[in-house]
């Protein structure tokens, strides 16, 4: 690649980098996208729970989290693992979780990140009206399935705070909620269920491979595989990007925007600028339609896993490991998501027929709200989406095109 042949390089190319790399060169940029792996969506984003939760941006930081944390830190919860730690960034991320455990500031942060989400609906929309893209993509409705009566009050006030925005949900008692989704009749101890019918699912490691090859096709978007960035400085106007790959690549563009979710740690460290996000690592299984497979996404709230349908399978997603920097899976909880799959929705799936197994970091801050700002001359970190990075990439890509544009 010859210097000049982009303006801006992309780093990361699972959903949040590919939004960002539409919303960029629909706005008339010469993109770069680059890539450590030997494709598109193939790191958090290749086999997430599939759910675009657009009403659904609770953030995990709240009063609750108080009576929880014993569980939670001694290992209890069987969907909660935190790796103890005496290492200065897990312990000033912890105290700054239990800062956003208020309240005042879930109420906030909840509501500024479904203003994001919300963003991303419509520019998910504007998106596929112009590229009709394959990836699955549905409008299935979601219910928020509870154990305990005792959470309805809760579970109403959150909802009254999010109809002004036109957020559409309502309590279901297990009987409406049945009739809604018939795959319901099935689950275990239900006591009621959150009710949003607008909500979407869709493939998100068929969403990147798709939009790709419309970006590469129709808007000249350069893509770089099996580059492994070992080096970003500022050199006068320009910023040098070193990364080990079979192009040797060493490049100079104007501006750049990192959308490396957990990798981004390291990154900022290297560059001096602290790191808000913390390791949470999650899982999933992908498996055949079961005999009662549901047709709107599943939630459930006391296992701590969502189910939902694409095309003829099922993917299943769960597990929190806090402080879990570790990609690659381990069998005993795999093993433990699926014995908590059967228990909640025992024929939703063909539990003995699995055909995948992943795991993911996910990338998340201390108040759950992705962090997009400008982080020096020429860069924008578009990172820390936590859970919901399908859910929020499309608005985070328009939001980060606009402001790297303001400087160019």
């Known amino acids: 690649m010859q210097e000049g042949d982009a303006d801006v390089a992309v780093v990361g190319a699972g ?57 939670m830190l001694s290992g209890r919860d069987p969907a909660f693992r935190t790796r103890l730690s005496a290492d200065t960034h897990f312990l000033v991320w912890g105290l700054r979780l239990l800062r956003n455990a208020t309240a005042a500031r879930q109420h906030r942060n909840t509501l500024d990140t479904l203003a994001l989400a919300l963003e991303s609906k419509a520019a998910m929309a504007a998106l596929l009206t112009r590229h009709p893209i394959d990836f699955q993509h549905r409008v299935a409705g979601k219910l928020h399935v509870y154990a305990d009566a005792t959470a309805r009050p809760k579970a109403e006030a959150v909802m009254a705070a999010k109809r002004p925005f036109g957020v559409h949900q309502q309590w279901l008692s297990p009987a409406e909620a049945i009739a809604v989704e018939p795959a319901l009749a099935g689950a275990r101890g239900m006591a009621g269920a959150v009710y949003s019918p607008e909500e979407a699912a869709g493939d998100p490691w068929r969403f990147c491979t798709a939009l790709l090859a419309v970006l590469q096709a ?10 492994m960035l070992h080096g970003l400085r500022r050199e006068g106007m320009h910023w040098r990007l070193s990364a080990d790959g079979p192009h040797g690549d060493d490049l100079r563009v104007r501006q750049v925007v990192l959308c490396t979710g957990i990798d981004s740690h390291a990154l900022l460290r290297r560059l001096g600028l602290r790191s808000p996000l913390m390791a949470v690592k999650g899982y999933s299984f992908t498996a055949p339609c079961g005999a009662l497979p549901p047709q709107a996404s599943i939630t459930d709230t006391a296992r701590k896993l969502v189910f939902c349908r694409l095309g003829d399978r099922i993917r299943v997603a769960g597990l929190v490991d806090l402080n879990d920097w570790d990609p690659s899976p381990d069998p005993a909880r795999l093993q433990q998501l699926i014995a908590l799959a059967r228990a909640s929705l025992p024929e939703a799936a063909d539990y003995d027929r699995i055909a995948h197994r992943w795991a993911g970091l996910r990338p998340a801050t201390p108040d759950s709200r992705p962090v997009i700002r400008r982080a020096g001359d020429g860069l924008v970190l578009n990172i820390g989406h936590g859970m919901l990075g399908w859910t929020l990439a499309m608005g985070s890509g328009e939001r980060a095109a606009a402001l790297l544009m303001e400087g160019a």
């Open 15 to 71: 959903v949040v980098g590919l939004a960002t790399a539409w919303a960029l060169a629909r706005r008339g940029a010469r993109v770069l996208l680059l890539d450590r792996a030997d494709g598109p969506g193939l790191g958090t984003s290749h086999a997430n729970g599939a759910q675009l939760s657009y009403a659904y941006t609770d953030a995990m930081a709240g009063p609750a989290l108080w009576r929880q944390l014993p569980a």
């Open 218 to 227: 129709d808007y000249g978007v350069q893509a770089r595989f099996n580059a």
